[in-house]
């Protein structure tokens, strides 16, 4: 059975930092990437990073470049989001899922397993 399980959002000041968690498991991460779509009120879904477990190959939403960081854990079914700089825009939830491991280099499409949600508000 296929799980994902976000940790890690919460209330955080402009040009703050927040690290979120997703734990995978119930697949063989091998085959897959792993990423993090948020979602604001009254917008679609958006990819904002993955990374291929395969390779470790990484895909950034040109929003977040230079300030978010995907990283996997020692365990590899463990991926972190590193937010930094965080602006109001940023306020979404964040979900963690399931997502192409080719072509990160072009986009992340995501493959449809999707974790609870983690709230992130950034205040100005």
């Known amino acids: 059975q296929v799980q994902l399980v976000e940790s890690g959002g919460g209330l955080v000041q402009s040009g703050g930092s927040l690290r979120l968690s997703c734990a995978a498991s119930g697949f063989t991460l091998d085959y897959y990437a792993i990423g993090w779509f948020r979602q604001a009120p009254g917008k679609e879904r958006e990819a904002v990073s993955c990374?291929?477990?395969?390779?470790?190959?990484?895909y950034y939403g040109d929003s977040v470049k230079g300030r978010f960081t995907i990283s996997r854990g020692n365990a590899k079914n463990t991926v972190y989001l590193h937010m930094n700089s965080l602006k109001p825009e940023d306020t979404a939830v964040y979900y963690c899922?399931?997502?192409?491991?080719?072509?990160?280099?072009?986009?992340?499409?995501?493959?449809?397993?999707w974790g609870q949600g983690t709230l992130v508000t950034v205040s100005s």
């Open positions: 899922g399931t997502a192409d491991p080719y072509g990160l280099e072009w986009g992340c499409n995501a493959l449809g397993a």
């Open positions: 990374i291929s477990s395969r390779d470790g190959s990484t």
